[in-house]
């Protein structure tokens, strides 16, 4: 139990009285060295009350009401020069979507549930934006298991999902640049017996790449997503 720094000076207030009682034991013995043990051993007990009450407690830190998490502007590139392959085939690098908000995804086809909810957001999120959110927001989703998920297989995926559409972009390329980008974007490796990466969260890059918010796939609204792109567009 934490004990406040009040009650932990009170109780020290009272060990001095019965140390200062001690003391003039100690006096009317004449023992002159054992008085100043006494108020070296005083002195000592109070810098250790007062430092733990300054610093006892657990230290707290609150998110905020959405739960989402803002990694500050710096030197971090989230939309670096690589070059990937997009569902048609195409050679797209993630830095060509810089100059808008680029809201990204990580999916892999054969993920059925966590994958497919993602991709639904993704979409009511362009929905609420309208029907010219792509000149608002980029949708990118990459495939964590770029060995299956060809340009094919991510072309069908989109049609399946009903989001074969302008806007939406799907990305596969080279197992090491994906894992670059799953570090780049913090996401923790799965175990050894997970064959594929699964990631919950959406991750919303500011128009110059500097900056990147996470959210809670699974929980965030779209229509809060919808207005922290409108934000984000509004400040590039």
Do not use: W
């Not at 006096?27 to 810098?47: D, E, P």
């Not at 990459?142 to 995926?157: F, G, I, M, S």
């Amino acid at each position: 139990m934490h004990l406040r720094k009040g009650e932990d000076l009170g109780r020290l207030n009272s060990k001095q009285i019965a140390l200062t009682s001690r003391a003039s034991r100690v006096i009317h013995s004449g023992s002159a060295v054992s008085l100043a043990m006494v108020f070296v051993l005083s002195a000592a007990m109070l810098v250790a009350k007062v430092a733990f009450a300054d610093t006892g407690k657990p230290a707290t830190a609150a998110l905020g009401a959405s739960g989402t998490g803002r990694q500050p502007a710096g030197n971090v590139d989230y939309l670096p020069p690589i070059s990937l392959i997009d569902q048609n085939g195409k050679p797209v690098s993630l830095s060509s979507f810089k100059g808008k908000p680029v809201l990204v995804g990580f999916i892999h086809t054969s993920c059925k549930g966590i994958c497919e909810l993602l991709t639904a957001k993704m979409k009511d999120v362009a929905q609420s934006l309208g029907t010219q959110f792509n000149s608002s927001v980029a949708m990118v989703s990459v495939t964590t298991d770029p060995d299956e998920d060809n340009p094919a297989q991510l072309r069908k995926y989109a049609k399946a999902q009903g989001v074969d559409a302008l806007g939406y972009t799907f990305l596969t390329g080279k197992t090491q640049q994906i894992d670059h980008l799953l570090a780049l974007y913090n996401v923790p490796e799965d175990g050894p017996d997970e064959a594929t990466t699964h990631v919950l969260e959406l991750f919303l890059i500011s128009p110059d790449g500097t900056a990147m918010r996470k959210y809670n796939g699974m929980s965030v609204s779209p229509q809060v997503l919808a207005s922290d792109i409108r934000s984000s567009y509004i400040r590039r």
